[in-house]
């Protein structure tokens, strides 16, 4: 039976998957940001080319995370719909997805990466380095499809304790041994970093997969049919294609940024590389906030309980305003501090501080927002519309970005403070469509 919490979308069946969400996002963000703190801690290099390397991985990464994560709207819809024995087969195609993007992530990315880095002062040691991460990139959509599975139904504590457990050990072998293999060379300090990632996140695709196969699911939800079913596969990887259309043009968007201020002073390459490592971390609240809302309104769509839809809107933004709220604390209050415990043997202008760090709580603010209004695009399926922000994203994103920093000159402390701008246009753009998309289900209510 559905929940009468999910039927209307309240705040309380909001919160019941956001908070899990929440804390499986932090989990897996805090270690991003911990292996970059611990790379700076033995070579400043080190760590400016795992970040250059972290922009060019989120090409391949978020793009197959992006169709895979598409499996929590179509578990979610056929959950609604109570079509228990489709979701086992269904989910094995991402499954499949996911061990089949080796074959073009990896000569994809050797050949963009490559290029990209060439006659960066970090080059010897990033382009070995992003041949592992590409390696092992499968690991993240199979066990974004998992979790996926579990949290479309509801169903979070297996997800929680996994990947809180997972990225424990990921940490946990982060300090261990990257520290131990950086005394070899910066390269090898690298390498620690993708060993602690690849045996976590294994353990973390083992432990759900098994309780998939488990005699309980087989019977409920047909999870031993695993065959690769042609059209089945096509009809559900076809909308995660088009909107990994807009996490790559966006991501490539965002790394020509990156590129162009890596070639200025070294200034710049300094505040962004800062900026950068703090921004792998604080993105996990909007993950959590897009899972939780996507969710729930995929569930809405499968009940065709459309009049609920736009209520449905209020519980994110409130929860989300409230998160970034206490993230202002450190970024805007004490940014001196804040740089001073993240950075210790970094140095910045003093002049330089405050604005870098407003800038960056901006950018965060507006990101975030923006997802709350993205699980409406997620759960209509509407990927015309994804694909299309991510054409928009050039115009929005590179030209606006390459006119600030080419013809208006402006300094690298302003850099994240002009970058929040491009990111509140965007939250624009998708409040509104999804306004559009819950009034035209509306109209249909009728004929439902």
């Known amino acids: 039976m559905i929940s009468k919490a999910v039927q209307t979308g309240k705040t309380k069946e909001f919160l019941t998957l956001f908070f899990p969400v929440l804390l499986i996002a932090f989990t897996s963000s805090l270690y991003l940001m911990v292996e970059k703190l611990l790379f700076g801690a033995f070579s400043t290099v080190a760590m400016e080319a795992a970040v250059a390397v972290a922009y060019i991985a989120q090409i391949f990464q978020l793009s197959t995370v992006a169709i895979a994560m598409m499996s929590q709207v179509f578990i979610g819809q056929q959950y609604g719909?109570?079509?228990?024995?489709?979701?086992?087969?269904?989910?094995?195609?991402?499954?499949?997805?996911?061990?089949?993007?080796?074959?073009?992530?990896?000569?994809?990315?050797?050949?963009?990466?490559?290029?990209?880095?060439?006659?960066?002062?970090?080059?010897?040691?990033?382009?070995?380095?992003?041949?592992?991460?590409?390696?092992?990139?499968?690991?993240?959509?199979?066990?974004?499809?998992?979790?996926?599975?579990?949290?479309?139904?509801?169903?979070?504590?297996?997800?929680?304790?996994?990947?809180?457990?997972?990225?424990?050990?990921?940490?946990?072998?982060?300090?261990?041994?990257?520290?131990?293999?950086?005394?070899?060379?910066?390269?090898?300090?690298?390498?620690?970093?993708?060993?602690?990632?690849?045996?976590?996140?294994?353990?973390?695709?083992?432990?759900?997969?098994?309780?998939?196969?488990?005699?309980?699911?087989?019977?409920?939800?047909?999870?031993?049919?695993?065959?690769?079913?042609?059209?089945?596969?096509?009809?559900?990887?076809?909308?995660?294609?088009?909107?990994?259309s807009n996490r790559i043009l966006n991501t490539l968007c965002w790394t020509s940024i990156t590129h162009m201020i890596i070639t200025k002073t070294e200034a710049h390459l300094l505040v962004f590389s800062i900026g950068g490592v703090i921004f792998l971390f604080l993105p996990f609240l909007s993950d959590a906030i897009c899972q939780a809302q996507t969710v729930i309104v995929s569930r809405l769509v499968g009940a065709k309980n459309f009049s609920a839809l736009l209520g449905a809107l209020r519980p994110g933004f409130i929860c989300s305003t409230v998160c970034i709220g206490i993230f202002g604390i450190p970024l805007l209050l004490f940014p001196g501090i804040t740089l001073e415990v993240l950075f210790p043997k970094i140095s910045l202008d003093p002049e330089m501080i405050r604005p870098v760090f407003a800038g960056l709580w901006a950018s965060f603010a507006f990101f975030t927002w923006l997802y709350v209004p993205l699980g409406y695009i997620l759960a209509f399926k509407d990927m015309l519309f994804s694909a299309f922000m991510g054409v928009f994203g050039w115009f929005n994103g590179f030209l606006y970005m390459y006119l600030m920093i080419e013809q208006f000159g402006i300094g690298p402390k302003y850099f994240w403070l002009a970058l929040s701008l491009m990111h509140g246009s965007n939250v624009l753009m998708y409040y509104f469509r999804a306004k559009w998309l819950c009034s035209r289900a509306l109209r249909l209510l009728p004929q439902a």
């Not at 066990?143 to 139904?153: D, E, K, P, R, W």
């Open 81 to 244: 719909e109570k079509n228990w024995k489709d979701m086992g087969p269904c989910l094995w195609q991402y499954i499949w997805f996911s061990i089949l993007s080796i074959c073009i992530v990896v000569p994809a990315g050797l050949i963009y990466g490559t290029a990209y880095l060439k006659g960066m002062p970090f080059e010897e040691i990033a382009t070995p380095y992003l041949f592992w991460i590409l390696l092992i990139n499968f690991l993240y959509p199979l066990g974004t499809a998992l979790s996926c599975f579990y949290i479309a139904q509801g169903k979070t504590r297996l997800v929680l304790f996994s990947s809180i457990s997972a990225q424990v050990l990921k940490v946990g072998l982060a300090y261990l041994i990257i520290p131990a293999l950086a005394q070899i060379s910066p390269l090898w300090g690298l390498y620690g970093g993708v060993i602690s990632t690849f045996l976590a996140q294994s353990l973390f695709v083992l432990v759900l997969f098994g309780v998939f196969l488990r005699d309980k699911y087989a019977k409920l939800y047909d999870s031993r049919n695993f065959g690769f079913r042609l059209k089945l596969f096509l009809s559900c990887v076809h909308p995660g294609l088009l909107r990994a």
